[in-house]
């Protein structure tokens, strides 16, 4: 079974920029949930959707976080416009239901905010 | 507020002995708890999980422990291998579409 797709894997931008990620889930899993990991720190959920619904967006600083999975596939998170605090591991997972089912990460891209 | 506590930074352990890991946690109503494993420049993979209903899982040379009057719980390796060296993170969530918690990880090197 392929797993979680992350790309890119790596990102260097300047502050006030634009940036965007893409996740592909693994095929039939549901679930889907953006997290952000600051070095040192465990990973903390930005959003989570189920299909293409969002589920909860409670941690998700919404004046320049962004995001979507349109048909309930694909999705990307945007950050515009990004600022230093932004620099971190940026990691999708996703897991079959929103229950009792261990999520399955990626690999992350690794955001520098220069 | 910290609700899922890793109290270590790091741990060593010899090749071959027992490694342990604890997590501590502060919101009575996590009632799922997950071990992640990750390699440096990976995402976590997912390790091995209980649900409160258990006080005990087991996994191969992967064992975890809770102790919910304690609020706490702990991965056993037994026995450890050079190829553990990762940082094992806890997690947690209470029912219903609850956010996973987690800890900030606890960095195991086990030395051969």
Redesign the interface.
Same mark, same amino acid.
């Given at each position: 079974e392929a797993g979680?797709a992350q790309s890119p894997r790596y990102k260097i931008i300047e502050k006030r920029q634009s940036v965007a990620f893409w996740c592909n889930p693994i095929s039939g899993h549901a679930t889907l949930?953006w997290y952000q990991q600051i070095l040192?720190?465990? !990973?903390? @959920?930005l959003i989570?959707f189920?299909n293409n619904g969002v589920?909860?967006d409670s941690?998700l600083p919404k004046d320049r976080f962004s995001a979507e999975r349109l048909k309930g596939v694909d999705s990307t998170l945007k950050i515009q416009p990004a600022k230093l605090e932004d620099s971190a591991v940026y @990691?999708c997972?996703s897991s079959l239901t929103?229950s009792?089912q !261990?999520?399955?990460?990626?690999?992350?891209t690794r955001l520098s905010i220069l | 507020d910290q609700q899922?506590k890793q109290n270590s930074p790091s741990l060593s352990v010899q090749e071959g002995r027992i490694s342990i890991l604890n997590c501590d946690y502060t919101n009575s109503m996590f009632d +799922?708890f997950?071990w +992640?494993k990750k390699y440096p420049?990976? %995402?976590?993979? /997912?390790l091995i *999980?209980i *649900?409160s209903i258990k006080d005990k899982n087991e996994d191969g040379r992967f064992t975890v422990f809770l102790n919910k009057s304690a609020k706490h719980l702990s991965l056993h390796i037994v026995p450890s291998q050079p190829g553990d060296s990762a940082v094992y /993170?806890c997690?947690a969530?209470a *029912?219903g579409?609850t956010?996973?918690v /987690? %800890?900030? %990880?606890t960095r195991l090197s086990v030395i051969a």
């Open positions: 979680v949930y040192g720190q465990g !990973p903390k @959920l989570q189920q589920v909860d941690q @990691l997972a929103n009792n !261990p999520q399955h990460f990626g690999d992350g | 899922v +799922y997950l +992640y420049a990976e %995402g976590p993979t /997912f *999980s *649900s /993170f997690a969530r *029912s579409n956010p996973l /987690f %800890g900030k %990880g």
